[in-house]
């Protein structure tokens, strides 16, 4: 009935808390981490989905204004 959801409790969910925080850890020591660049990703936990990037390119508040309609509005 829910899949991989039903699979993860409590212990699971709290195994991968202590290794996204060890994995970060280990990280702020490296060079990289020194660096702030090569962050870990963390364990892809069931029910939780990373948030989608729209676009990379800045945009001028003129067209967010234009998207969100504000344009005209005093």
Request: glycine share 10%; proline share 7%; hydrophobic share 35%.
């Amino acid at each position: 009935m829910h899949g991989k959801d039903a699979m993860w409790g409590l212990t699971e969910h709290l195994l991968a808390a202590a290794v996204d925080a060890l994995h970060v850890a280990n990280w702020q020591r490296s060079a990289d981490g020194q660096k702030g660049r090569n962050y870990p990703e963390p364990i892809e936990r069931p029910g939780i989905r990373q948030p989608e990037r729209i676009g990379s390119d800045p945009v001028s508040l003129d067209e967010i204004d234009d998207w969100l309609g504000w344009k005209g509005r005093d």
